[in-house]
């Protein structure tokens, strides 16, 4: 799987867009883009993964560059609740790739 | 619907001590995993399990072993407990869609 690079941390106005980039310049022609966060000491959650085309889900925007290179997770209106860390995760498709490899990601918090 | 379901949500054992962490899932997700996650890092894959009966390493195996024997259930297993051990471990399934579900841990401390 291709290697993510994540900014260790953010900072975001609550009400605001956030917006998370991911550099994942290694990426190959079938591998996914996916990005999960992590609220303090829970599980991950999913939130929104793309190929090539943006994605809208109601959690999320997923902004990818033409050249799939990197991309950009948006959350259009922040709130406290948001805050996380999240991860960019590069993943192949078929049916025998299921591992996830996680990263550091990036803290993002939210301000009031 | 319950999910992932983990237990127990806390543990502390002693070095050489035994145990399973259990870990079920009512989704009916042939896909299932165990991965720790140190202070600071991210997490990392320790076995995972793409249908009952068949098992794999992951990035971390030593010092665990799994199962399983059923869809629902994939049980982690400390044969002997080290402080290196001492990590919170997540559970997660996926079926046919692209998400990934995770259970909320177990914090496990061996002293």
């Known amino acids: 799987d291709a290697k993510t690079t994540q900014p260790t941390s953010m900072d975001c106005a609550e009400g605001r867009a956030a917006n998370l980039p991911c550099n994942h310049s290694?990426?190959?022609?079938?591998?996914?883009v996916y990005w999960y966060r992590q609220i303090h000491s829970q599980g991950p959650q999913y939130i929104i993964h793309?190929?090539?085309n943006n994605e809208t889900n109601e959690m999320a925007s997923l902004i990818i560059t033409e050249d799939r290179k990197s991309s950009t997770l948006i959350l259009p209106h922040a709130t406290l609740r948001d805050t996380a860390v999240y991860y960019c995760?590069?993943?192949?498709?078929?049916?025998?790739?299921?591992?996830?490899?996680f990263g550091k990601g990036t803290l993002l918090t939210v301000n009031p | 619907n319950a999910g992932v379901t983990q237990t127990p949500k806390f543990q502390v054992l002693k070095t050489g001590q035994s145990m399973t962490l259990q870990c079920a899932q009512d989704?009916?997700?042939?896909?299932m995993s165990w991965y720790r996650q140190d202070p600071g890092m991210g997490l990392r894959l320790i076995h995972y399990?793409?249908?009952?009966?068949?098992?794999d390493q992951g990035e971390v195996p030593n010092g665990y072993n799994v199962s399983r024997s059923t869809t629902e259930d994939f049980p982690l297993r400390l044969l002997s407990a080290a402080p290196s051990q001492t990590s919170v471990y997540f559970c997660?399934?996926?079926?046919?869609?692209?998400?990934?579900?995770f259970g909320s841990g177990t914090r496990l401390t061996v002293v």
């Open positions: 995760i590069v993943r192949g498709s078929g049916g025998s790739n299921y591992k996830l490899t």
């Open positions: 399990s793409v249908g009952a009966g068949i098992t």
């Open positions: 997660a399934s996926k079926g046919q869609d692209y998400g990934y579900t």
């Open positions: 793309g190929l090539k």
């Open positions: 989704m009916n997700h042939e896909y």
């Open positions: 290694t990426i190959s022609g079938n591998e996914y």
